[in-house]
Each structure stands twice: as C-alpha cells, then as structure tokens.
Nanobody, 119 residues
Framework: QVELVESGGGSVQAGGSLTLSCTWY??????IGWFRQAPGQEREAVAA????????FYADSVKGRLTISEDNAKNTVYLQMTSLKPEDSGMYYC??????????????WGQGTQVTVSS
C-alpha cells in the first residue's frame, strides 16, 4: 500500500500564499497530482508532475498562481500557491497515478489538508 501524507494547509486572507507538501513513503506510479474539493462539489485536478521532473498539467484556473515542484531527495512534491482567492478554498489532496489525458488517473490518495481563504 502506497502512503501519501499532505501538510501545509491553513487559513489565509485573499492575496496570501501557502505551500503544501505531499510526501510519499512508497510508490508504484510515477506521477503526483494535486486535487481540491470544496464542500458539495466534485474533486477537481489542480496540477500534476512527473516525480523525476516535468509538469504534466495545470488547471486553467490556477495557471500563473500555483506552481508544482518536486524534491526527490525528500520524496516530496510541493504546491506553491500565491495570490490566493476565496474560491481556492477546499480540501487539497495529493494523488499518485498516471497520465490520463487531459488530466490524470489516481490509484492512491492522501488524507487531505484544508485550505481556507478569506476575503
């Protein structure tokens, strides 16, 4: 069983920044993606990357504001979020999987970390 652990969520005001981390302890798929889910809404893909380097995609709503990066020495993928908006609020999950155009398919999920952006 692959274990993924997210951290870094919190509460910020609009325009603020947060950096989320997703650390994996084992893996059998080479792509890590970040997804978010607001109450009553479906989980949506935000960004994904190949764990050895290379971006897979960014959602149009976050381009220019969110950046995904990886540190293989730490088995960690980061999601740097800037210029946050209230609509960015939700539970953020990382998932390990493979490309499935236009986004990705996920086999393993983390437990999630909450992001709240106030106006």
């Amino acid at each position: 069983q692959v274990e993924l652990v997210e951290s870094g969520g919190g509460s910020v005001q609009a325009g603020g920044s947060l950096t989320l981390s997703c650390t994996w302890y084992t893996f059998d798929r080479n792509y890590i993606g970040w997804f978010r889910q607001a109450p009553g809404q479906e989980r949506e893909a935000v960004a994904a990357a190949y764990i050895c380097g290379g971006r897979l995609f960014y959602a149009d709503s976050v381009k220019g504001r969110l950046t995904i990066s990886e540190d293989n020495a730490k088995n960690t993928v980061y999601l740097q979020m800037t210029s946050l908006k209230p609509e960015d609020s939700g539970m953020y999950y990382c998932g390990q999987g493979w490309p499935k155009p236009p986004k990705m398919a996920v086999k393993y999920w983390g437990q999630g970390t909450q992001v709240t952006v106030s106006s």
